[in-house]
Nanobody, 122 residues
Framework: QVQLVESGGGLVQAGGSLRLSCAAS????????MGWFRQAPGKEREFVSA????????YYADTVKGRFTISRDNIKDTVYLQMNSLKHEDTAVYYC???????????????WGQGTQVTVSS
């Protein structure tokens, strides 16, 4: 079992920044790949970013590339998502997820956090 707890969401003006954190606990070694997804009201959950165990490979959705940065601290078992130049359309609940292997589909991940709300005012 892996437990994931997100934090860092909130209300920010367009153009601003937020940093989300995802603290992992439990058998984290069994799920080394970590990802961020988001879901806006009335929309399907979508991939945002993912990172491998050693942080050597990172992946981003085209909609956030160049604005968001994923990173991880394996000592703290924490994954971060630095979000800059936020847009109104980034408003969503952001979820952290863990998987055996890196992927961009929700079904690739089998452990999920409870989500943290990000609201960007225009």
């Amino acid at each position: 079992q892996v437990q994931l707890v997100e934090s860092g969401g909130g209300l920010v003006q367009a153009g601003g920044s937020l940093r989300l954190s995802c603290a992992a606990s439990g058998r984290t070694f069994s799920r080394p790949a970590m990802g961020w997804f988001r879901q806006a009201p009335g929309k399907e959950r979508e991939f945002v970013s993912a990172i491998t165990l050693n942080g050597g490979s990172t992946y981003y959705a085209d909609t956030v590339k160049g604005r968001f940065t994923i990173s991880r601290d394996n000592i703290k078992d924490t994954v971060y998502l630095q979000m800059n130049s936020l847009k109104h359309e980034d408003t969503a609940v952001y979820y952290c997820a863990a998987a055996r292997f890196l992927g961009e589909r929700s079904v690739d991940y089998d452990y999920w956090g409870q989500g943290t709300q990000v609201t960007v005012s225009s």
